[in-house]
């Protein structure tokens, strides 16, 4: 522990050139005394391995609470029997005067497995050095975590009256089934009755060369929708072929949906974030990314505009044929092919027309369609509320220039069954790490965070917390 403090002083030291300008001091916060702690609560929280498989949440949700114990703040560990040996959901709440409705701060405790070998350093020693806390989870999301837990207890330490209670709520079992947040959901609809928003992972800010190109605020999710096909023939030698033959029968029904060009269309979310990704451009592209509905008019501009993988994802439902399954012999005409599609839905998409479409595209009405796994509920939030207006200008102060966009994942979190609950969630970034830390550390290996961008989310979350804040005694 000494000399965990003793590196963190010379970090500290090494830092005060690139602390923010005093106009970002929020009355009340030490920040940078604030960022060591909470580079060091990060580094304990680190230690606790929470590979998921097995998870092994109830050490961290034990950890939590006792940290938030010595501040007077009085956690719970909930949902260890649902979730089996080891363990557990964790919830807290700061009260304010009730005169406002809570804002819940919400991460997921476990990781993703690492593989040792591709280190450099221990994933699980929670090392701070060169300015950097290292280990998984560094970054998705144990530093976010953390960051969310120094704000609220700098808020409590400060004795900053608060009309919104804050609610800080740690979920299991992210990474692989999300089982840890929809127990959470089912079991205290009481717990999160009073929230009106929530805020989580997934902003999608891009910083590319040490360059801020843009401040995301993720309002959205692609809507996961796998579907299994299946097509029944009959048995046979593979010596003597028949007319029924599974086989061949599926290859052309995947043929015809690999040629499938899926409707492209404009979502407001996704033109708000190409309109930002425009002012970094010049010329043709600036116009194509300013107005990308009338650029998807012209053949050049559309041909652009959908090279690329995410923005294509982004403007359309997409299938990914993926899981083949036939004859496991090759003399063997089976009884039946397979196939599995991963099919992923635009946020506001209604699934039952997609459905009709995709039958119709199959064209054969002798194959069935089953749904692999449930359907989370659609997840769409409002662009603009008290809390997506609290956070712009909270980036814009932090940020002076930067771009805003408001993003949408293609990927999935827990964040569709909170909004199944009737909060309105987002997704933000409380650090601006580089596209090659994200594309290395990210599910992947040296996982880490600067200790200046752990000063930046608390200076963020504080940040929007008091606007939020502003808002409400305004208002009376
Ligand atoms: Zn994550």
Redesign the pocket.
Known sequence: MISLIRRLTRVAALLVGLSLPAAAQAPGFDFDQLRDETARRLSEYIQINTSNPPGNELATARWLKEVLAKEGIEGQILDTAELGPGRANFYARLKGDGSGKAIALAH?MDVVPVSRESWSVDPFAGLIKDGYIWGRGAL??KGHGIIQLMSLIAIKRAGIPLTRDLVYIANAD??TDGLGSRAFIDRHPDLIADVEYLLT??GGSRVENGKVRWFGLNVGEKQVYWQKLVVKGKASHGSRPTPYNPVPRLARILTRLAAWETTVRVTPAVDRYFKAQAQAETGERRRWLTNAARALKSTRARAWLLSDPERNALLRNTISPTVLVGSNKTNTIPPEASAELDIRLLPDQDTVAFRRELLRVIGDTGVTLTMIGDMAPRFSAPLDTEMSRAIQRTAARLLPGVPFATTTSTGA?DRPYYAGAGLICYGVDPYLVDMEDIRRGVHGNDERVSVENLGFGLRLYAGVIQEMEKRVKSEE
């Open positions: 997921h998705d999301m992210e990474e992972e997934s979190t």
